[in-house]
């Protein structure tokens, strides 16, 4: 069974204050690693995905990288609006193509 | 700006009652998803559709609730009668065809249903 684990559940930066979000991830290989941001009261929004360890995706100030058991969500010099919770999933190669998700990590930035 | 549409955004109803939940997904895209969220279990997969076809249902409690795609552009998500766990976020995800393309889900805004 594809499991994801993605630490801490919970973060709070000071604005300016890099820091890494972890997803941990065990699946009977991977297709795809995606990350989404998802805001009060909306749908996830997709941010990245990664295919191949060693693969690294990068927009504003976020990068996202990928080993073969888990992926970092980088956060540098972070801003109020970039407060949010950061989901991960993982699609396993074959099958019905169907995404298991992480319970996410919350982060928020004070200013 | 091509967006997954759904209503209602909020439903209020007493335990017993049908709730209907509808989406529409992106133009274009062959695939839907229904999710429910909530604060204990997270994002959890009810229904998977392709090309309109029902893949995957495992998730969903089969006795009260009931997806189907009529046509392209729309999906629904009944829940017959209606339960006080029901109460949660349930989003919707459409997703373009794989061949040549990122597996991405874009997600709607969401209906919070909350069943007294």
């Known amino acids: 069974e594809d499991q994801v684990t993605q630490s801490p559940e919970a973060l709070r930066l000071q604005e300016g204050e890099s820091s890494s979000l972890n997803c941990s991830y065990t699946?009977?290989?991977?297709?795809?690693l995606f990350w989404y941001r998802q805001d009060p009261g909306k749908g996830p929004e997709f941010l990245f995905t990664?295919?191949?360890a060693g693969e690294e995706k990068e927009k504003e100030r976020l990068k996202a990288t990928l080993t073969k058991k888990e992926s970092f969500l980088h956060i540098t010099a972070p801003k109020p609006e970039d407060s949010a919770t950061y989901l991960c999933?993982?699609?396993?190669?074959?099958?019905?193509?169907?995404?298991?998700f992480g319970r996410g990590t919350s982060l928020i930035v004070h200013p | 700006d091509a967006r997954v549409t759904q209503t209602p955004r909020h439903k209020v109803t007493e335990m017993g009652q049908e709730v209907t939940m509808r989406c529409q997904p992106i133009?274009?895209?062959?695939?839907v998803f229904w999710y429910r969220q909530t604060m204990m279990q997270g994002l959890e997969l009810l229904a998977y559709?392709?090309?309109?076809?029902?893949?995957?249902d495992s998730g969903m409690p089969k006795d009260r609730f009931s997806a189907e795609m009529p046509d392209a552009t729309l999906a629904t998500l009944k829940i017959q009668p209606s339960e006080p766990r029901d109460s949660a976020v349930y989003f919707c995800?459409?997703?373009?065809?794989?061949?040549?393309?990122?597996?991405?889900?874009?997600f709607g805004p969401g209906t919070r249903l909350t069943v007294l």
């Open positions: 990664l295919y191949s």
């Open positions: 995800a459409s997703g373009p065809p794989l061949a040549g393309a990122t597996d991405t889900q874009y």
């Open positions: 999933a993982v699609q396993a190669r074959g099958g019905s193509y169907i995404p298991t």
């Open positions: 559709f392709r090309n309109r076809a029902p893949l995957d």
């Open positions: 133009l274009g895209h062959n695939t």
């Open positions: 699946v009977s290989g991977l297709r795809g």
